[in-house]
């Protein structure tokens, strides 16, 4: 069974960082393209980001181009985000998900980080 | 403003066949696989539909869509109370992913 568990999320101060974890099992993770995807309190879904299966290239969208960084350990099955210079619209609940043809397939069940003074 | 556009709202009853629709261009829908995903009150999003009218295994065939140059529908048949939810399409443009803004379906 595919399951995909996030962490590190929380209650930050503008301008802070943070880094998500993504612990995946029940699938062969390295073998995999990952994303990230946001979704503010009361709206849509947002991509977010994207990493190849090795690591070598990510995509990441506009929004958070230069401030959020996607990586992944394949020894430890888990994907990360690094969310830097967070700023209030960046509050949301941060899905994990496994990457079927182009887009997600599993998801994980999510993490809130409020980004608030 | 999200690249690939829905309608806010849609509602049925029970029994009923109801579509929602996600207009794109020619760089998103027009060029690239559609994908249409269920988000449940409370819940993480689930895939319902692939490669523009590919079912996952699990999801019920009531569940079906189609593409049409720069746009594409979901059609839900048999709507039952439990398919109230919110339903986004997705695609890629340009090498990145985007979602629609996402239809809150309403069975009356």
């Known amino acids: 069974e595919v399951q995909l568990v996030e962490s590190g999320g929380g209650l930050v101060q503008p301008g802070g960082s943070l880094r998500l974890s993504c612990a995946a099992s029940?699938?062969?993770?390295?073998?995999?393209?990952m994303h990230w995807v946001r979704q503010a309190p009361g709206k849509g879904l947002v991509w977010v980001s994207r990493?190849?299966?090795?690591?070598?290239?990510?995509n990441h969208a506009d929004s958070v181009k230069g401030r959020f960084a996607i990586s992944r350990d394949n020894a430890k099955n888990t994907l990360y985000l690094q969310l830097n210079t967070l700023r209030a619209d960046d509050t949301a609940v941060y899905y994990c998900a496994r990457d079927f043809n182009a887009l997600p397939d599993y998801w994980g069940q999510g993490i809130l980080v409020t980004v608030s003074s | 403003q999200s690249v690939l556009t829905q309608p806010p709202s849609a509602s049925g009853t029970p029994g009923q066949r109801v579509t929602i629709s996600c207009s794109g261009t020619s760089s998103n829908i027009g060029s690239h696989d559609v994908y249409w995903y269920q988000q449940l009150p409370g819940t993480a999003p689930k895939l319902l539909i692939y490669r523009d009218n590919q079912r996952p295994s699990g999801v019920p065939d009531r569940f079906s869509a189609s593409k049409s140059g720069t746009s594409a529908s979901l059609a839900i048949s048999g709507l039952r109370s439990e398919d109230e939810a919110d339903y986004y399409c997705a695609a890629w443009d340009d090498s990145l992913s985007f979602f629609g803004g996402g239809t809150k379906l309403t069975v009356l």
């Open positions: 990493i190849n299966p090795d690591g070598s290239g990510t």
């Open positions: 029940g699938f062969t993770f390295s073998a995999y393209w």
